[in-house]
């Protein structure tokens, strides 16, 4: 069965950092890329960053550009996204999902496969 599981969410204060991470199972993560999406309360879900599938590439939404770094590490089959100084407009439920083209995932277009999801909650 094919899966791709979020970890690392949390509460944390405005200012604080967390790493998620996305694992699969079921299939190898190197042949993909992989992106990080989430969806606050009450809004439409966005994209947040994507990487190709050997790392060389990624991009990031505005709103996170110098403070969220994704990245990958084949050997462990997971993608991992550091989000430092965070605020309360990052609260949100973060979702991974892999796709085997990187434009894919940089053009909005639909994604192969989507974890459940985890819960990052910023706030004092």
């Known amino acids: 069965q094919l899966q791709l599981v979020e970890s690392g969410g949390g509460l944390v204060q405005p200012g604080g950092s967390l790493r998620l991470s996305c694992a699969a199972s079921?299939?190898?993560?190197?042949?993909?890329?992989i992106g990080w999406f989430r969806q606050a309360p009450g809004k439409e879900r966005e994209g947040v960053s994507c990487i190709s599938t050997s790392g060389g590439s990624t991009n990031y939404a505005d709103s996170v550009k110098g403070r969220f770094t994704i990245s990958r590490d084949n050997a462990k089959n997971t993608v991992y996204l550091q989000m430092n100084s965070l605020k309360p407009e990052d609260t949100g439920v973060y979702y991974c999902?892999?796709?085997?083209?990187?434009?894919?995932?940089?053009?909005?277009?639909?994604?192969?496969?989507w974890g459940k999801g985890t819960l990052v909650t910023v706030s004092s």
């Open positions: 079921g299939f190898t993560l190197e042949h993909y890329a």
């Open positions: 999902a892999a796709v085997p083209a990187y434009y894919y995932c940089t053009g909005g277009l639909p994604m192969d496969y």
